[in-house]
């Protein structure tokens, strides 16, 4: 072994004798002056391995006195990669050896990057030969008339970023053929479908104008991550949502617990007000829609004045939890228009605004009673026990041990969060001005709308649907439902909605809707539970309403049709004008109505309704043509007739 390579080691001995890790050791392989070298080395099972070998001398750190380099030449090592970290280099310090030399060792290096000998040679001739003819002699200047490309690039703007380049190249030719065809060294061309792609990706690749071509998930990706942060050009442009646990261990006195509770907010954005907030024992959809309401209405009460922060934003950001992507918040969110934005999983920097209050929150609870830490490391464990035990004794004999010597109640702790958001956090400075400045003074008039509260709450309102049954009844919790007064019963075999929320309706009660063709929803009534027992009152009662309404919606919509009807917009009308407009002959009338001309039908012989002898006679004397038509008459012809009748029949 020459002194040339005598220097050089493995990275197993490298990590033994420097006592670094194998990482460190890596790490080092990538750096500018230290030198590596793979070799094959035939290992003690006869196969030929490829081993890196490292140039100890040129390592970041002192050699240590005992590492003993191994290079295992006579094994049948050999150099196939001196130093080269990458195909291209490998190609490059190929191309510095001598044309004569080169056989060898292009075998060698395609079979260590895995390439054929034909790609290697292809790549060679690249690096030595470029291929000039590949380069166009119009290179860098457009190659279309302007005005065909301000077309293209307006009908790539004008259509949805998923619409292929041969429908829109096939549009433009129906359009605007001229434009599309231009003369070029004395022939006419029309411009190409690869051409319209082209111009498609060149707008894709441009920043300045790669979002109007982008769909809505690169749109909201874009919108998501800024230099780390999320933007907002205005108030209520995008509200943030999200929510943690608190520090805090508060008092039920309902409950008579301790707990600590979870805090919901909603932030906007640009100025860093909080929009909403709702404290719960525990998560979910319930605390969301709590939240969304108190942000999306005016603020009532004493601080109506100082908390004047409501409206609808733009876009809603929050993170992929489960509530956040239940279909009742997407519904919710698109009935109000607004654009519903998820943050990337496991991402939650570019949630920062909400993240940073609740770490400012946080801060807050460390200066009150309770305050229990982040973990139990952190927590004053008997301290804890102490306030716990007087809360306790306070909530059994009403003795109060005074503020700092017991735990806070709920209400206590929310109403101290109100006092310092109205007047320490919306009142902190941001770029200059107070986060209440900079909603009040950037908010657009169009957000700041009040929503009918009636309507935002049955919106908010959780939603079942089912199918109508006979009698107009649904079934729901392993129990049918009804509306008293029958009105539901003409919804039979439809689909109707039952709506439930604890906001607009007591826990027990429920609503029955019918959303009508518009999309909207139509309240029928106020569901009961229905009558079990068939031969009870409750049942008849429920019976008979249903008959009416089915009576009286039946009746509705005879007269609805009988309005609507029209004599002229019968199909049999409308074919019979068009015959005789096209000059067709008269239709002949059927047979019997033929008949009936020549052989008309005798007069039937209406009695007044008062006139009971007429009506009883009127059947039995209808078949004699000889009957007189004068009533009295009549009494005395039929006597006789049927008296006579009777001898002759004996």
Not at 82 to 103: K, T, W, Y
Not at 455 to 481: K, M, S
């Amino acid at each position: 072994m020459n002194d040339a390579t005598q220097s050089f080691a493995t990275v197993a001995e490298v990590v033994a004798a420097t006592g670094v890790g194998l990482r460190t050791v890596r790490r080092w392989m990538k750096l500018e002056g230290v030198r590596v070298e793979y070799r094959q080395v035939v290992g003690p099972s006869g196969k030929s391995v490829r081993t890196a070998y490292i140039d100890v001398s040129t390592l970041p750190c002192p050699v240590p006195p005992g590492l003993e380099p191994s290079v295992p030449e006579a094994a049948g090592s050999r150099v196939i990669e001196p130093a080269a970290r990458s195909f291209e280099e490998a190609i490059a310090q190929l191309a510095n050896v001598p044309a004569g030399d080169r056989g060898g060792r292009v075998k060698e290096l395609a079979k260590a990057w895995g390439k054929s000998r034909k790609t290697v040679y292809r790549r060679l001739a690249q690096l030595e030969q470029p291929r000039l003819s590949d380069v166009r002699s119009d290179a860098g200047r457009p190659r279309i008339p302007l005005a065909a490309r301000d077309l293209i690039e307006a009908a790539w703007a004008s259509n949805e970023p998923t619409t292929s380049a041969p429908l829109i190249h096939k549009t433009l030719l129906d359009i605007a053929p001229d434009a599309m065809t231009y003369v070029r060294g004395g022939v006419e061309q029309v411009v190409s479908v690869q051409t319209v792609r082209r111009i498609r990706q060149e707008l894709l690749d441009d920043p300045r104008s790669r979002l109007m071509l982008a769909n809505a998930d690169e749109r909201h990706e874009y919108l998501r991550v800024h230099s780390g942060r999320v933007l907002a050009e205005h108030a209520n442009a995008l509200w943030e949502m999200d929510m943690t646990r608190c520090d805090i261990l508060v008092w039920d006195p309902a409950a008579a617990r301790s707990y600590r509770p979870r805090v919901h907010v909603i932030i906007d954005v640009y100025s860093r007000v909080v929009m909403g907030i709702a404290f719960s024992p525990e998560e979910g959809q319930t605390q969301t829609d709590l939240t969304l309401l108190r942000a999306l209405l005016p603020k009532q009460g004493p601080y109506r004045d100082r908390y004047p922060y409501f409206g609808v934003p733009k876009r809603m950001y929050w993170d992929n939890g489960s509530t956040y992507r239940s279909a009742h918040s997407q519904r919710l969110l698109a009935s109000l228009g607004i654009e519903n934005v998820h943050s990337r999983p496991y991402v939650s920097h570019t949630r920062g605004h909400v993240e940073r209050f609740f770490g400012t929150l946080h801060g807050l609870e460390k200066a009150l009673p309770g305050y229990v830490g982040e973990n139990a490391a952190s927590r004053a464990s008997k301290e804890i026990k102490r306030l716990e035990a007087n809360t306790k004794g306070w909530q059994s004999h009403g003795r109060d041990p005074g503020d700092g010597n017991r735990l806070l109640t709920i209400d206590e702790y929310q109403n101290l969060v109100l006092a310092w958001l109205i007047t320490d956090y919306h009142q902190g400075r941001v770029d200059g001005r107070s986060r209440h400045e900079r909603f009040v003074a950037t908010a657009p008039a169009s957000t700041l709308v009040e929503i009918d509260r009636a309507e935002l709450l049955l919106l908010l309102a959780h939603r079942v649907e089912r199918t109508v049954g006979i009698g107009g009844r649904i079934r729901l919790e392993n129990r049918e439902w009804t509306v008293p007064d029958g009105s539901l019963a003409p919804y039979r075999d439809m689909r109707v909605l039952v709506l439930t929320d604890q906001f607009a309706l007591e826990p027990d009660r429920r609503l029955i809707a019918w959303r009508n063709r518009l999309g909207e929803l139509e309240v029928i009534g106020e569901a009961q539970p229905a009558p079990t027992v068939a031969a009870s009152i409750e049942a008849g009662d429920q019976r008979r309403a249903a008959r009416e309404a089915l009576v009286a919606e039946k009746r509705r919509q005879r007269e609805m049709k009988r309005e609507l009807a029209d004599p002229n917009l019968r199909v049999s009308t409308v074919l019979l004008k068009e015959f005789r407009a096209a000059g067709g002959e008269p239709l002949l009338p059927s047979a019997q109505a033929r008949l009936e001309a020549l052989n008309p039908p005798e007069e039937v012989i209406e009695f007044a309704p008062d006139d009971v002898i007429g009506q009883r006679l009127a059947n039995p004397l209808s078949r004699f043509k000889d009957a007189p038509t004068d009533p009295i008459e009549r009494i005395r012809w039929a006597n006789e007739h049927l008296s006579r009748r009777g001898r002759n029949d004996k």
